[in-house]
């Protein structure tokens, strides 16, 4: 559909549908918006759009509503996402502030998202497989003992308390992990974390005795904090939003069973992760059937990649199809921008 008048027509429709809930006529249509025309020849377009499956008539005598086909065509002629406004943007800083790690940071985030749009939102938490060494700490702490600290690019710190058998003296084994941690970092710093792995061998080898001993002790406990699998999994709030609002074109029963399978969810984020769409910021869209998971072909989902140098994960929020979708991506694109910032720091 090519003629500018119908799609301001539908454009008009989507927004009073969402905002009122109920089918709209072309009476309305022309009390509501000044679209230059006669309510005849709005109606006329109304039948051009019912015609293409742009809109359809729930009941008789009633008025119009958006059909998937007609949210996919409203989003994708949206000219840009709105921006939010200054007070906005304080409270989504003001509300994630502070946050004291990547559980507090994933915990405020999805709370924030399903808050400001009224609908389940949905966090997908950073997977060390995906991550890159940000930095190792290597300290003694008294005795034979050490701290191993493994800091991510994605903001995940795993830590472990060694017992370093190999080591007879306090003093030398300080000596040892300060130029130990300096070889690390140098080894591992910046590099996948399955790379970083798979050079410790070298790293122990080329170290000179009598430090071989204590390294190959602290390379074996790195090696599984490096490979540690963890579990891939999404963090979710707000799921009473959907109850509230009740206007699923799906049964509810069975939007909330499928956000109840997680590992619906996680594969549902990674196929958005590859249609994210580099004009809208990372911004992902899919629309009622678009959504072929069981359960979720009645709902929308908007998501958006975050990360401190590249995506990560996903965050984003899910609901009915009559959703506000400027407001809801523009929500969704500020707040990954945030928690972005908030890794890279």
Do not use: W
């Not at 301001?8 to 000044?34: F, N």
């Not at 502070?98 to 994933?106: F, K, P, Q, W, Y």
């Amino acid at each position: 559909m090519s003629d500018d008048r119908r799609l301001a027509v539908l454009r008009a429709i989507v927004e009073d549908y969402v905002s009122s809930h109920e089918p709209v006529g072309s009476k309305t249509l022309v009390e509501r918006h000044a679209l230059g025309v006669s309510p005849a020849t709005i109606r006329n377009d109304m039948a051009v759009l019912e015609d293409e499956g742009y809109i359809t008539q729930p009941h008789t005598s009633a008025g119009r509503i958006p059909t998937d086909k007609g949210y996919r065509l409203f989003v994708d002629r949206l000219a840009n996402v709105k921006p939010m406004s200054a007070a906005e943007k304080r409270a989504i800083e003001t509300f994630l502030h502070g946050a004291d790690d990547l559980d507090d940071v994933v915990d405020r985030t999805v709370r924030l998202l399903a808050q400001i749009t009224r609908q389940a939102a949905v966090v997908q938490y950073p997977s060390l497989s995906r991550a890159t060494v940000r930095h190792v700490e290597l300290v003694g702490v008294g005795g034979r003992s050490a701290l191993l600290v493994l800091i991510t690019d994605s903001g995940r710190v795993e830590q472990r308390v060694l017992d370093i058998r190999s080591a007879t003296d306090a003093d030398d084994l300080a000596v040892a992990l300060a130029t130990l941690r300096t070889r690390i970092n140098a080894a591992v710093g910046g590099k996948r974390l399955r790379e970083a792995r798979e050079g410790l061998t070298d790293l122990v080898q080329q170290t000179p005795q009598p430090d071989m001993a204590v390294a190959a002790e602290v390379a074996a406990a790195l090696g599984d904090c490096l490979s540690a699998s963890l579990e891939e999994r999404v963090v979710i709030a707000g799921t009473a939003n959907l109850v509230k609002g009740a206007d699923l074109s799906t049964s509810l029963g069975n939007v909330l069973e499928a956000l109840e399978e997680h590992v619906v969810l996680l594969r549902l984020v990674q196929e958005l992760a590859e249609e994210e769409d580099g004009d809208r910021g990372g911004l992902t869209v899919r629309i009622g059937a678009e959504n072929l998971h069981l359960g979720l072909d009645g709902t929308s989902v908007v998501t958006s990649g975050y990360g401190s140098q590249a995506v990560v994960a996903r965050l984003g929020v899910l609901g009915p199809t009559r959703m506000d979708y400027p407001t809801t991506m523009a929500a969704v694109r500020a707040v990954s921008r945030y928690v972005s910032r908030i890794l890279a720091q």
